[in-house]
C-alpha cells in the first residue's frame, strides 16, 4: 500500500492551495482518510480527517479556511486550502486507516509528506 500526496509549494499569505493524496496497492476499504502537518520545532498535529460516513473533524486553526473531500471510487482525499496564513507552513502529511483484505483489522498508513509554505 502506498499513499501519494502531491500539490504542495510555495504562495502568498491569503492565497488559496490543493493537496491530494492517493492510496493504491492492495486495498479493500479506506475508513478514515485524512491530513497531518508538522511545522518546524513543533509535533505532527492533524488538520482534517474524513471519515467513512463522509463526517469531518477539522483542527480549529483551519476551520472554515479548509475543506476536505474524498473520492472513495479512486482512493483519493483532497484538502482545499484558502486564506493561508504563514503559521499554516509545514509539512503536511496524509494518513489512512484502511484493510487491505475483507476481515483485517484495519492498518494506519502514511504518505511521505510534501512541504506546503505560505510567505507572509
Known amino acids: 500500500v502506498q499513499l501519494q500526496a502531491s500539490g504542495g509549494g510555495l504562495v502568498q499569505a491569503g492565497d488559496s492551495l490543493t493537496v491530494s493524496c492517493a492510496a493504491s496497492g492492495s486495498i479493500f476499504s479506506i475508513n478514515n482518510i485524512g491530513w497531518y502537518r508538522q511545522a518546524p520545532g513543533k509535533q505532527r498535529a492533524l488538520v482534517a480527517l474524513?471519515?467513512?460516513?463522509?463526517?469531518?473533524r477539522y483542527s480549529d486553526s483551519v476551520k472554515g479556511r479548509f475543506t476536505i473531500s474524498r473520492d472513495n471510487a479512486k482512493n483519493t482525499v483532497r484538502l482545499q486550502m484558502n486564506s493561508l496564513k504563514p503559521e499554516d507552513t509545514a509539512v503536511y502529511s496524509c494518513?489512512?486507516?484502511?484493510?487491505?483484505?475483507?476481515?483485517?483489522?484495519?492498518?494506519?498508513?502514511w504518505g511521505k509528506g510534501t512541504q506546503v509554505t505560505v510567505s507572509s
Open positions: 474524513i471519515r467513512s460516513d463522509n463526517s469531518t
Open positions: 494518513n489512512a486507516a484502511l484493510q487491505r483484505r475483507p476481515g483485517d483489522d484495519f492498518g494506519s498508513y
